[in-house]
Nanobody, 125 residues
Framework: QVHLVESGGGLVQAGGSLRLSCAASGRTVWSYAMCWFRQAPGKEREFVASISWSGSNRYYADSVKGRFTISRDITKNTVYLQMNSLFPEDTAVYYC??????????????????WGQGTQVTVSS
């Protein structure tokens, strides 16, 4: 079992920055791909970014590419999402997720098994 806890959400003005953290615990989390999803009110949950357990591969949704950066610190079992140049449309609950993978370079866009409880990000205009 993998337990994930997000933090770092809050209220920020448009153009501002936030850094989300996701602390993982449980069985061999260092061998898991990690990702961030988000869900805005009235919308479906959508992929934001993913990172392989090796950190060698990172993928981003087009809507956040160039503004968001996903990273991980294996020594701390923590994944981060640095969010810059935030827009009001980035307002959502952000969820961290993890899944076991076969290859160190895998960073899938879906099929994640473990989820955190989410952290609210609100961007005011």
């Amino acid at each position: 079992q993998v337990h994930l806890v997000e933090s770092g959400g809050g209220l920020v003005q448009a153009g501002g920055s936030l850094r989300l953290s996701c602390a993982a615990s449980g069985r061999t989390v260092w061998s898991y791909a990690m990702c961030w999803f988000r869900q805005a009110p009235g919308k479906e949950r959508e992929f934001v970014a993913s990172i392989s357990w090796s950190g060698s591969n990172r993928y981003y949704a087009d809507s956040v590419k160039g503004r968001f950066t996903i990273s991980r610190d294996i020594t701390k079992n923590t994944v981060y999402l640095q969010m810059n140049s935030l827009f009001p449309e980035d307002t959502a609950v952000y969820y961290c997720a993890a899944t076991a993978v076969r290859s160190s370079g895998d960073a899938p866009f879906s099929g994640y098994d473990y989820w955190g409880q989410g952290t609210q990000v609100t961007v005011s205009s």
